[in-house]
């Protein structure tokens, strides 16, 4: 598949790396510009923010009970002039700008206006499938995580997705807990969905705390890796105590990559250096004693030992039976000109 603006995405390709903001910014526009220069400066190929507001995320039941759930949303959601401001920073910056919508407009504003590499969907959405087909329909790149679904509703929600004509979609692997122990990962669900969702670019929304999870996932061709970002820890809000500060998300990355240049590919490859150590390690054959000129050479006259200029240990059947024009020596090489 394909971003946007044109980045591709495949299993097993360079991983793309986004740092999920979520709340970490504290509804601080100053703060948030502040996290894209810290995200541009380590290597971060696109921060993402929350297009949430108080209508499109909680229904008034729900606020009628938590009375202080509203505030809270509204302190934390920003608005599409603060949008956009954040999505003209990371372009100046050089680093992308996704954020994930609660509703068909909120897509369309970050799609038309913000000109977004994908519309990053939020695990709660997977069972809401007349949604998930309109986001398809708006012809942009779509990444869904998959935290809560079983297998049965991942497979519908990308069926409804592709049914509804988008052809660019990667499906991130994501427990919706925060944070999680590595146990709780179930990384090996990469290599399953990607055996049950062929065509489909296969990532990973990491909840852990610390750096073996993403760097296994990139080793399981993980296209995507997103993780929590924050400037410092010891804030206290809704997840920023699992998010990772600028350093230690700057190791992962470097990590990460290693871990991605180590794979290489699955054909076989032999590099020029890599030729050339057969003539020193391995072996040729060598005569195992002195043999007088007229002998017919018999295997038992042959031991194979290094260093592998000389005849291959592959080649004996060419040298048995050979009779000896000239007299050899023991542990010495085999040479073409030594038999008729």
Request: glycine residues 6%; aromatic residues 8%.
């Amino acid at each position: 598949m394909k971003l946007n603006d044109g980045t591709p995405l495949a299993d097993y390709a360079k991983p793309y790396f986004v740092a999920e903001f979520n709340t970490s910014h504290f509804g601080d526009v100053a703060l948030a510009k502040e996290m894209i220069e810290e995200c541009a400066r380590i290597g971060v190929d696109c921060v993402k923010f929350q297009s949430w507001s108080a209508e499109t995320l909680y229904s008034q039941s729900y606020y009628a009970e938590n009375k202080m759930a509203k505030r809270f949303v509204k302190k934390y959601a920003l608005s599409e002039q603060q949008l956009l401001e954040l999505a003209a920073h990371c372009k100046s910056k050089g680093i992308g700008f996704m954020s994930t919508p609660y509703a068909v407009p909120e897509a369309r504003f970050l799609v038309d206006q913000c000109h977004v590499p994908a519309l990053k969907i939020a695990s709660m959405e997977i069972n809401n499938l007349d949604y998930l087909a309109d986001l398809a329909r708006m012809g942009s790149a779509l990444i869904l995580s998959t935290g809560m679904a079983d297998l049965c509703e991942i497979e519908t929600a990308v069926r409804v997705v592709q049914d509804a004509g988008c052809a660019d979609l990667s499906v991130l692997h994501c427990v919706s807990r925060y944070p999680i122990e590595n146990t709780e990962a179930n990384l090996r669900n990469i290599a399953l969905l990607k055996d049950r969702l062929p065509g489909v670019a296969i990532g990973y929304s990491d909840h852990t705390l610390g750096l073996d999870a993403p760097v296994a996932a990139v080793a399981l061709g993980a296209s995507v890796i997103e993780r929590h970002f924050t400037l410092d820890r010891s804030r206290i809000g809704m997840d920023n105590q699992m998010a990772t500060e600028p350093e230690e998300f700057a190791e992962m990355i470097k990590r990460c990559m290693a871990t991605w240049h180590c794979m290489g590919r699955a054909e076989r490859q032999i590099s020029e250096e890599e030729l050339r150590q057969r003539a020193n390690m391995r072996r040729s054959l060598v005569y195992a004693g002195d043999l007088a000129p007229g002998t017919m050479i018999s295997k038992d006259d042959l031991i194979c030992k290094r260093p592998g200029t000389g005849i291959p240990p592959t080649e004996v059947a060419r040298v048995v039976g050979k009779t000896l024009v000239r007299a050899v020596e023991g542990d010495f090489l085999v040479q073409p000109e030594d038999f008729q």
